[in-house]
């Protein structure tokens, strides 16, 4: 089995990419665990602060996946 080259920053944003992928599924599943958690209704009910998480967690999630992927090529591809 051949072992890849890998960074720490590879693996910082892998972890981040995962932690944003698990809180945007959590958030579509559970959209009221925010209020739960930290016991506010900032949009008074109407839903519009948990979209506005859905949205900033799929770009988040989506940034780190792009950026570990070209941590994981830059790396790889330097080596052969």
Same mark, same amino acid.
């Given at each position: 089995m051949?072992? /890849?080259n890998t960074s720490? !920053? %590879?693996w910082i944003q892998l972890l981040l990419? @995962?932690?944003t992928g698990i809180l /945007? /599924? &959590?958030t579509l599943l559970f959209p009221d665990w925010i209020e739960l958690v930290f016991g506010i209704d900032s949009d008074g009910g109407s839903g519009a602060f948990? !979209?506005?998480?859905v949205a900033a967690l799929v770009l988040t999630? &989506? &940034? %780190? $996946?792009l950026l570990a992927r070209s941590e994981w090529v830059r /790396?790889? $591809? @330097?080596t052969q």
């Open positions: 051949k072992i /890849l720490k !920053s %590879f990419a @995962s932690l /945007l /599924l &959590v948990e !979209s506005a998480i999630t &989506v &940034v %780190f $996946t /790396l790889n $591809t @330097s």
